[in-house]
């Protein structure tokens, strides 16, 4: 009887860790058609020059990278319950502080190699990517 018992534990742990698995595969694979669809976008409004693509791109693909250990610290920051909540709002005004830095440092790099009217339209464009993102979520929510 102990032995159908842990055999049947090791199947349902085994089973739970697989499942684990494929959600964080497909939200990675979701996350990957989400980028490419931003690249396409971004690509499109900027109408970058081959060589003004092969530039552009790695400063920015860097840039999604600082980004993104910023949220993620952000949001990890944020689970804390422990944190008094006047620590919580000086650990947020630091992020946005971070936040704009780091878009300051970007903005210098970018112009190395775009023109400034190019970095211009890159902040419309992500920003009506953003929009555009909201706008399906919000869409697929009501049905």
Known sequence: MKGLVKKGLLCIILFLNMSTELIAQERREHYQRIEAIKVAFITKKLDLTTEEAQKFWPVYN??????????????????????????????????????LDLKKKYKKLY??????????????????????????LKHRKRD
């Open 62 to 99: 860097n840039y999604q990278k600082e980004l993104m250990v910023m949220m993620r610290k952000r949001r990890e920051d944020r689970q804390k319950t422990d944190i008094d909540p006047n620590e919580k709002i000086n650990a947020d005004l630091t992020y946005e502080s971070r936040m």
């Open 111 to 136: 112009l190395k190699v775009i023109p400034a009217e190019k970095v211009l339209l890159l902040y419309q464009a992500e920003r009506e990517f953003r929009e555009h993102l909201i706008k399906q």
